[in-house]
């Protein structure tokens, strides 16, 4: 008789251990643990194997156990943590930016700082914006991870807060009185079943309504109630309120703020002028776009001898917007520290203050008393700035002009316009006074280009729309000179703010921009000369310093060697690429992009926060009380509001703008277009339309029957049989094969195939190149980085292609659809 083992036990439901029994054991064992090792611990035979692992499965459903990679289970608690918000793609998976560490910092300092990326199985059903508790993947803790290697990953495995109370969807079809929805935002991977109530409507297939989730049915269904309809999606009208929810822009403000604003006068009185600077004399004038009603600055020129006196008055917004530290409630100084800056969008914008303060006491009407704060900065004859003298003012602005207007009148010298600004009370000083402004602005343009500061001088969208609110035309904007003049004298004016500031120790927010990374000059050089800009300089050809070193001053000789040549497009692109993000901070670092030792923002004080605490801090440098200044751990605090308040406000614009493009190009599929290759990535290419500034894609497997590899190098995908090369900055036709605004994606078709590059491919073949195998985390990081550059993407990678990454073989992709599996090639050094 064959002995038994003493530890088997009966195998029937009953004797297998609870889920809290599970849960000890891992305390107990205090390490991850395979499927084989829990048998051993629990003395289960192996044929309970399965009714284990679905008691494990269930467990890890509810985000009480993790599963690993190669089979190990372990507790949430065991590995470290983070918080943070979840950032979805629309291609599946996200990436969590960390909030805050539990239990002190060990989690910051395992992820390095750097966002969290999320494999689409391991998000645990969390949606766009949600706040999540991660854990990170063992692999992804470990201290030797390169700031320039993939992504850390982690799991999530807690949702703590779902912000998304309200949620725009289409209606895609109807059972009765039962709606089945999709979310307007392709990132939220649910649909919703939402009851129509009695006496509604059904609102037409495809309608756009906004529904609040109430209850989840099932892992990729809620049932949903209907709030109200938003009116038809060509609306640009309801795209903003699209974006607005998506991005949660603040709307409406508090009832204490309107009452705050709503004591404050109409107009500044006797008492608000006294002790004043009397400036209403003098011909300033304000120069905005012609649909501004927020006018912060005036600038008013003199002769002074051989050189110039440029005076700036700057609405003072202090005198009004007080700090009120202790106040339970919300007040104005809180309210716009809190949304950081206004929200500007095509058709409407969302201000820092209430528009009784915005549009109205603060904003320097024309002919109307207000009060300010006055930069007088003398110039010598060759640009030079003298010491500055500030003082709080009151004015009265001469006239309120456009732009255009000025180039008409002193560009262009149109008969018309002149007359019309003659009409003014004051039409000939300000005449006589912008031909001095122009001539300062001549010569402050010629200093600055002197010391080295970068011009990126980048076409934005200039949009068309019709009396019903749609988009008819993208066009571009055009600049001029009339603009550079008043960009020009603002900078003036925060550099002065800024060396006086830091003269006399206070503190305040710097607008820093850093110098490139010597790894990403490096790079930028390698791809320039990869280009064979011919007319780039030969000192400036390599980019090296006399010691070997990448020289940054070296990139204003590239730009200007590339202007007007068919690689302006290419380098102006490659160039901004490479430059770090400019942000706010206590600690002055010098502003790269305008060759500045100190600059900081002061122009602009109705619609940016930063502005507003310099106006503070200038005060108080001129012995005038204005409350506690914030310094130290608070004013890095304030910093860091005010960087992701701006930042999410530029990402508003592109997602506006990529909304814009796919309205204006929705019906016009099949049509024929030229553009010039914008980005170029291993799962396609992006291309940026000639006659507007929209951008598509061209996905790889529409490029011909070939296996295209990326040279990262040369910014270009090489046909490894054909040797047809598509580059950066080449200019090619296309055809507008499909928009799918769920997905924010312009699909487009090449009419021609390039050249093929034979040098490049016997490079290749001799050792030189070989093809990025990514994973699928780099390629929705590459997606990511895309998104979030000077002009965002339209598309992403398929999921078929991130499957294929997956399995460890690529596909090639022929006009005809037929694939065919290769093995994936080594990668080179």
């Known amino acids: ?159 703590l807060e779902r912000p998304q109370k309200e949620i725009p969807v289409h209606l895609h079809s109807r059972t009765g009185r039962t709606l089945f929805c999709r979310p307007a935002d392709s990132r939220l991977a649910v649909d919703f079943s939402v009851p129509l109530p009695e006496g509604t409507a059904v609102p037409e297939q495809g309608a756009l309504l906004l529904v609040a989730p109430e209850e989840r049915l099932a892992s990729d269904l809620w049932r949903a109630r209907l709030i109200g309809t938003y009116g038809r999606e060509d609306d640009v009208d309801v795209q903003e309120e699209l974006v607005k929810l998506n991005h949660e822009v603040p709307r409406d403000f508090p009832l204490s703020v309107l009452a705050e604003a709503a004591a404050l006068p109409a107009a500044p009185g006797e008492a608000d002028m006294a002790g004043r600077e009397d400036l209403r004399h003098l011909p300033l004038v304000t120069i905005d ?62 201000p820092m203050l209430p528009p009784a303060l915005s549009n109205g006491l603060c904003s320097l009407k024309p002919q109307e008393d207000r009060l300010a704060v006055l930069a007088e900065i003398p110039f010598s004859p060759t640009g030079q700035p003298g010491k500055a003298r500030f003082a709080p003012a009151v004015m009265r602005s001469a006239a309120r002009l456009t732009y255009d207007q000025v180039k008409a009148c002193l560009l262009d010298h149109d008969a018309e316009a002149l007359a019309r600004l003659r009409e003014n009370p004051r039409g000939g000083d300000v005449l006589a006074m912008l031909e001095e402004a122009f001539r300062l602005y001549t010569v402050l343009r010629e200093a600055r280009r002197e010391r080295g500061s970068l011009d990126f001088d980048l076409p934005e969208p200039e949009y068309t729309f019709d009396a019903e609110g749609r988009v008819l035309k993208i066009g571009f904007r055009r600049r001029h000179d009339a603009h550079r003049l008043i960009e020009e004298f603002m900078i003036a004016a925060n550099e002065a703010v800024a060396r006086h500031l830091r003269d006399a120790g206070l503190p305040f927010l710097y607008r820093v921009h850093p110098q490139p990374e010597p790894e990403r000059l490096e790079s930028l050089f390698e791809t320039l000369a990869a280009t064979a800009l011919e007319t780039m300089p030969t000192d400036k050809q390599s980019g090296k310093q006399t010691d070997g070193r990448p020289d940054a001053a070296a990139i204003q000789g590239i730009l200007a060697a590339a202007q007007g040549t068919d690689q302006e497009f290419l380098v102006n692109r490659l160039c901004l690429r490479a430059m770090p993000q400019a942000r706010y901070q206590p600690e002055n670092e010098g502003h790269f992009g305008l ?36 310094a130290g751990q608070k004013l890095l605090r304030v910093g860091d509001q005010l960087n992701r ?18 309205l204006a190009l929705r019906d016009r599929e099949g049509e024929r277009f030229a553009g ?104 929705a990081e590459q997606t990511r980085k895309k998104q979030t550059r000077n002009k965002p993407a339209d598309a992403a990678p398929d999921r078929k292609s991130r499957t294929r990454a997956r399995t460890g073989q690529e596909t090639r992709t022929g006009r005809n659809g037929q694939k065919q599996n290769g093995a994936r090639p080594k990668r080179g050094r």
């Open 1 to 159: 008789m064959k002995k038994q083992h003493k530890n088997i036990r009966p195998t029937d439901p009953a004797a297998l251990p609870g889920n809290d029994e599970l849960l000890e054991l891992f305390a107990r064992e205090s390490r991850p643990m395979r499927l084989d090792g829990l048998l051993r611990a629990t003395g289960l035979p192996r044929r309970a194997k399965k009714e284990l692992e679905e008691s494990l499965a269930d467990l890890a459903r509810q985000g009480r156990l993790v599963r690993l990679r190669g089979g190990l289970w372990t507790r949430p608690e065991s590995l470290k943590s983070l918080v943070g918000r979840y950032q979805a793609l629309r291609n599946g998976g996200g990436f969590v930016t960390s909030l805050a560490a539990e239990n002190g910092s060990p989690a910051v300092r395992v992820a390095g700082g750097r966002d969290i990326f999320i494999h689409p199985l391991q998000s645990n059903e969390a949606w766009h914006q949600d706040l999540v508790r991660v854990v990170l993947a063992p692999a992804s803790s470990r201290s030797g991870q390169g700031r320039g290697g993939p992504n850390p990953e982690g799991r999530i495995v807690e949702i």
């Open 289 to 350: 776009g012609a649909d501004a009603r927020d006018f912060d600055d005036a600038v008013q020129v003199e002769r002074k001898g051989k050189g110039w006196l440029l005076r700036v008055a700057i609405a003072d917004v202090s005198h009004y917007v007080r700090p009120a530290p202790g106040k339970g409630h919300a007040s104005l100084d809180a309210e716009a520290l809190a949304r950081g800056n206004s929200w500007y969008f095509p058709r409407s914008v969302e």
């Open 595 to 630: 060759a500045s030792q100190a600059y900081c923002h002061f122009t602009s004080p109705i619609r940016r926060y930063a502005d507003l605490l310099v106006h503070r801090a200038l005060k108080t440098s001129l012995g005038q009380a204005v409350g506690p200044l914030p």
């Open 645 to 662: 308040r701006e930042r999410a406000a530029v990402d508003c614009e592109r997602e506006m703008a990529r909304r814009l493009g796919c």
């Open 676 to 779: 010039v290759i914008s980005g170029v990535t291993d799962f396609g290419l992006f291309v940026e339309l000639a006659d507007m500034p929209v951008e598509g894609m061209i996905r790889v497997e529409d490029l011909g029957d070939d296996w295209y590899e990326l040279d990262s190098r040369s910014q270009c995908l090489l046909g490894q049989r054909s040797g047809l090369c598509w580059r950066l900055g080449q200019r090619l036709d296309v055809r507008l094969a499909e928009v799918h605004m769920g997905r924010l994606e312009i699909r487009l078709m090449p009419l021609e195939l390039p050249r093929a590059n034979r040098g490049a491919r016997a490079r290749r073949n001799a050792g030189g190149r070989t093809r990025s195998a990514a994973r699928p985390e780099r390629r």
